[in-house]
């Protein structure tokens, strides 16, 4: 239109404006369709990793090792999701801790506490704060869930590294998303799609934790790491190591599983 | 010679105060507005100095005696990030309280944790004291605005589980919507690294101290704070009054001592890092500084204030020797001696700066004295207090009159007033009778 337009209007320029823009559109249209291509690829990635121990709906159970400078301890835990927005997770052991829940409703956390018989709400100023003692703060929880949201991811590498194919997925957060990280990159196989390596930065660049994935199991079609090992930068004696028992996807849970009144009723 | 010379002075010294004394009320007017612009100086002086002296004594007590102490005794990586395993242990106390018979000392320890009512949950600091010796040190435990103070256990449910009392700061107990009476549920990370949880009562509702308690503190026992923590071989901070500031640099020093002869007998773990003792104008400089920075203001504005009304002496003696330059021609032609006559004027700036040191010190004691009794009140506009360098304050803001303050006052006018009245000395002594008869 607006070509057809100048053409009519000034003959003499028309020519050479013509040009131009079509060989700007042309450029244009190279970009998007490029972009379109690696977005979907990258979109496709970030979902498989999003969905990797989560599936329609799961259950696992898991047992999860702190280590810090002061005490050693671990936990038995049952874990039930579905979609992004539910989850619950319930002490197994130590007998001390037993039956302690955790009720996770899109941004809401409550912890159920037997030995009282109370449900707490985790407001959202402790949600930098510790869950259940180890190195992930409750604000993992939360925000695995709006990852996609509140980060733009890329591709900065496909290829061989360290002997075997991988892709690095870079991912800065989006302008006002709200986050922690100020950057944080994951490696992925390229055969399997498992994720082996993520490491997180802050907001000036600098290494604050890195997890490592192993132990990989094909679960129906997917390769999962059955084990994830938090290590925070700053203190190299402490850690966290989360292991997977058993995962199953796709089970038949009641619509009213996460709710509330559940957390009470499961002892 | 020089013998003769000073008697000679001496001689004529009290016919020359008469004449300085008589001189200045053959103009009473000329005087009396002197004397109002000296003594309202000095007035004003001695109000800001009352003021200043009453907030820097309620900031010293507010510091010290609030929830401080004296003194404070914490390890490093307490003081440095509030590292919860940073301990000292519970034999150290009593030794310290062996050691140091004479000084009250009461052992505190903290925690984060998360606080659950109803409705809302939100961040709190458990503060967890001993209520018998916090009140030989601090009167934190005294300023209970609601319910009555109670750190005892509340009751014993069924199920063998035991509700501890707790006392909250005010805004807490707003922002949760909690009274005496209410339930509060806490929970938090113990030192086992399990998850701490328990029921409590809320006994009372303290007035606004410190803002962060005000905010987010919870006072609770130590028997509770172990119970709940798993806590139990040490504290995080001894809190230390003395009966006798002035030592306070004595005894923190021989605390210093003390405590590293008990390091080397009971030793403590690398990672909580050595005991600090503390006074508190370490622990919170702010205050300390802000004390320091009002004694050199104090100063300053005095300055000021005696500096501009030793302008008005000034002036008004220059408008007075101005006029009476007939009279000193008259004086010097009849024989007297310049110096003698120079020495006059100066009694008379003297005897001036003297009545109103007199008038303005006695205006100046009654209006302190109201200051005092009274102060200034602003509770009608701010009922909780003021929060300024990180404390509270009460709403009435209080004089206090430090008799030292007056003399100093005083003997800087009169300085001031000396010095301001060298000038026109200065021109009668150049006077030539001649000239002005």
């Known amino acids: 239109m607006l070509a057809e337009y100048q053409m009519s209007s000034n003959l003499a320029t028309s020519v050479s404006i013509y040009r131009t823009f079509c060989r700007f559109v042309f450029i244009v249209c190279l970009s998007l369709l490029s972009s379109t291509a690696n977005a979907i690829e990258i979109d496709e990635l970030i979902r498989h990793i999003d969905e990797l121990w989560r599936g329609n709906t799961s259950h696992a159970t898991m047992t999860m090792s702190v280590k810090t400078q002061r005490y050693q301890r671990s936990m038995t835990m049952e874990a039930w999701s579905r979609g992004k927005d539910y989850s619950l997770v319930l002490i197994r052991e130590p007998i001390k801790d037993r039956g302690i829940a955790t009720l996770k409703v899109v941004e809401n956390i409550w912890n159920y506490l037997p030995k009282i018989n109370r449900v707490t709400k985790v407001p959202s100023s402790m949600m930098s704060g510790s869950w259940m003692g180890s190195h992930f703060t409750n604000d993992d929880l939360i925000k695995e869930s709006s990852f996609q949201d509140d980060y733009t991811s890329s591709i900065t590498f496909e290829g061989e590294r360290n002997g075997r194919d991988i892709y690095e997925i870079t991912s800065l957060p989006k302008m006002d998303a709200a986050v922690v990280w100020g950057k944080v990159v994951m490696l992925i196989e390229q055969d399997t799609l498992a994720p082996y390596k993520a490491v997180y930065y802050d907001e000036e660049g600098l290494l604050m934790r890195t997890m490592t994935f192993d132990q990989t199991q094909k679960i129906g079609d997917r390769t999962i790491p059955m084990r994830m090992s938090l290590q925070p930068e700053d203190k190299p004696d402490e850690s966290t190591v989360i292991v997977y028992q058993s995962i199953v996807f796709d089970i038949a849970l009641e619509d009213d599983f996460f709710s509330l009144q559940s957390l009470r009723q499961r002892r | ?437």
């Open chain 2, 1 to 437: 010679m020089s013998a003769l010379h000073a008697l000679a002075v001496f001689n004529r010294l009290p016919i020359l105060l008469f004449m300085a004394w008589r001189n200045i009320w053959r103009n009473p007017v000329r005087s009396a507005l002197t004397i109002s612009a000296l003594a309202g100086g000095l007035v004003m002086v001695i109000l800001y100095s009352t003021l200043l002296e009453g907030m820097t004594r309620q900031m010293v007590k507010f510091a010290t005696e609030i929830s401080t102490g004296h003194i404070q005794v914490q390890r490093q990586a307490f003081i440095d990030d509030q590292d919860l395993y940073a301990t000292l242990p519970w034999s150290y106390l009593q030794t310290l309280e062996q050691q140091f018979p004479n000084i009250h000392i009461t052992p505190r320890l903290y925690s984060a944790a998360l606080a659950s009512a109803e409705n809302t949950s939100t961040g709190v600091l458990i503060k967890a004291v001993d209520a018998q010796r916090e009140a030989a040190v601090t009167q934190m435990l005294s300023h209970v605005r609601r319910g009555e103070l109670n750190l005892a256990v509340a009751e014993t449910l069924d199920d063998g589980l035991i509700r501890y009392n707790v006392v909250i700061g005010a805004q807490l107990a707003k922002n949760m919507n909690l009274e005496p009476g209410s339930e509060l549920v806490l929970v938090t990370q113990a030192a086992d690294g399990s998850i701490g949880n328990a029921l409590y009562r809320i006994a009372a509702i303290l007035k606004p101290l410190e803002p962060s308690f005000d905010r987010m503190g919870v006072l609770m026992s130590i028997e509770a704070y172990q119970q709940l923590m798993y806590l139990q071989d040490g504290f995080h901070e001894l809190s230390i009054k003395l009966d006798d500031a002035t030592s306070l640099e004595d005894v923190q020093a021989a605390l210093d001592t003390k405590l590293k002869l008990i390091m080397t007998s009971q030793s403590l773990d690398a990672l909580g890092g050595v005991p600090v003792v503390r006074n508190w104008r370490q622990i919170t400089p702010a205050i300390a500084d802000m004390l320091e920075l009002s004694k050199t203001m104090n100063f300053i504005i005095g300055f000021i204030v005696v500096g501009l009304a030793s302008m008005g002496m000034l002036n008004t003696m220059l408008m007075a020797i101005h006029e009476r330059r007939h009279e000193f021609g008259v004086l010097l032609a009849v024989g007297m001696k310049r110096r003698w006559l120079l020495l006059m004027v100066l009694f008379e700036s003297f005897f001036l700066a003297l009545v109103s040191a007199f008038v303005g010190s006695f205006i100046g004691i009654i209006f302190a004295a109201y200051f005092e009794d009274h102060g200034i009140d602003f509770s009608a506009s701010m009922p909780d207090g003021y929060d300024w360098a990180g404390m509270v304050f009460e709403p009435v803001m209080k004089g206090y009159l430090e008799p030292a303050h007056v003399v100093n006052a005083c003997v800087l006018m009169i300085f001031v007033t000396l010095f301001a009245s060298l000038i026109p000395s200065w021109r009668i002594a150049r006077l030539k009778p001649v000239e002005v008869m």
